[in-house]
């Protein structure tokens, strides 16, 4: 009888701790899904497919000083539009998307001037796209095509065929205000 009353004791401390073992994770990723709100100007609106959000409208928005504090990538690359080997520092669209809990296919990104192009998610990320937010270790400007740039390591896709290097340029839109994910 001492025996089976231990077993149920056991059995019933196994289940507690069982409890609190998957409770406890939870709890931590919970913690970890917050996105504060932005306290400077907003240079970054995320907006589709999202998980974590910091606007009631279901959005993401973003100051330089939240992009600043992201994991950061450098990508070191000569670009159509610059001259010579450019290092560009900013946020690599994987981390973004991991930080957000995005699910989706397609990216349409927007520039200041409302120019906008969509592409695949996937490919994007394998290629090792950058939301560049430094140039030469300095912020973009405006007039530099900043405050953002999507890039991409262009000398390292020399594999690309003449078509497929277009399509990958047309990827880097400069003076990026707005990512819809879906």
Request: no cysteine; net charge positive.
């Amino acid at each position: 009888m001492r025996s089976r009353l231990a077993l149920m004791w056991l059995a019933i401390a196994l289940a507690v701790a069982s409890a609190t073992m998957l409770v406890q994770p939870r709890m931590a990723h919970a913690n970890q899904i917050t996105l504060p709100a932005p306290t400077g100007k907003v240079v970054l609106d995320v907006s589709g497919n999202l998980a974590v959000t910091n606007t009631p409208g279901g959005t993401a928005i973003f100051d330089r000083a939240m992009l600043a504090a992201m994991p950061r990538s450098t990508i070191e690359t000569a670009t159509p539009w610059t001259d010579g080997i450019q290092r560009f520092d900013g946020v690599s669209l994987a981390a973004l998307i991991r930080r957000l809990g995005i699910d989706a296919r397609t990216v349409s990104a927007r520039a200041l001037n409302d120019y906008s192009y969509t592409f695949d998610v996937a490919d994007a990320v394998a290629r090792g796209g950058i939301i560049a937010d430094t140039n030469n270790g300095k912020p973009m400007s405006v007039r530099e095509r900043g405050p953002l740039w999507i890039v991409f390591p262009l000398d390292a896709l020399s594999e690309l065929d003449g078509v497929g290097r277009h399509e990958i340029q047309s990827r880097m839109v400069w003076q990026l205000k707005q990512l819809t994910f879906e």
